[in-house]
């Protein structure tokens, strides 16, 4: 069966700092790969999806990045944090085409101070 | 924004009643599904219903899809303590990958 992990769970980080949060995925191969950003009491803001390695696409210009090293591994980066990049971090594979559902990890609550 | 709305933002039942959330979404689309979210955790999916369907039904939930007025309504009946979450409705677009959550319904069944 499939798993999707990401880390940290939890995450308090002073503005300026870099960010790298990682998501893996375990039992499919050549997954969709996505990042959201869900502030409190919101929905999902999609950031970056990737079909393949190396192939990154960004919904939104901001302050992040987002690579994928390796098929089954997704990482979204900063290399300043800002006040505004608080919120709580989604990962997500889908099978290759994305049109089928989504499986969601567990989530990074980042809080940025 | 290509993100869609689900109305109401809020809803408080009985358990033991029906509870009904709609969504509207703005770009053509593949499919719509709906997915749960437990306070603080990642979402789960619920349902999916193609855009050449009009109606499906899981267990104690019944989607329907209106593509001329580009809307979807989830109804969950027989609510339970336990269906407590917020339910999001998301699209999927016919060009890409992408998929575009709504703004949720956040719903809260009362024992």
């Known amino acids: 069966s499939q798993t999707i992990h990401q880390w940290p769970a939890t995450l308090v980080q002073p503005v300026g700092s870099p960010l790298s949060l990682e998501c893996t995925v375990e039992g499919t191969s050549n997954p969709n790969l996505y990042w959201y950003r869900q502030a409190a009491g919101r929905g999902l803001q999609l950031l970056f999806y990737?079909?393949?390695?190396?192939?990154i696409s960004s919904e939104v210009p901001q302050n992040l990045s987002a690579s994928r090293p390796q098929d089954r591994q997704f990482i979204l980066s900063s290399k300043k944090l800002l006040l505004s990049d608080s919120g709580f971090y989604l990962c997500?594979?889908?099978?290759?085409?994305?049109?089928?559902?989504?499986?969601f990890g567990p989530g990074t609550r980042l809080t940025v101070t | 924004s290509q993100q869609g709305e689900e109305d109401p933002q809020a809803l408080s039942i009985q358990e033991g009643e029906n509870a009904t959330m709609n969504c509207s979404y703005k770009t053509s689309i593949n499919n719509l599904q709906w997915y749960r979210q437990n306070s603080g955790r990642g979402l789960v999916h619920l349902i999916l219903i193609r855009s050449n369907e009009r109606e499906k039904h899981s267990g104690r939930l019944r989607v329907t899809l209106d593509t001329s007025k580009k809307s979807s309504s989830l109804l969950i009946t027989a609510s339970r303590a336990a269906d407590t979450a917020s339910y999001f409705c998301?699209?999927?677009?016919?060009?890409?990958?992408?998929?575009?959550f709504g703004t949720g319904t956040s719903l809260t069944v009362i024992p």
């Open positions: 990737s079909v393949g390695i190396g192939q």
């Open positions: 998301a699209t999927v677009t016919n060009t890409g990958n992408q998929f575009y």
């Open positions: 997500a594979w889908s099978a290759h085409r994305g049109r089928y559902e989504q499986y």
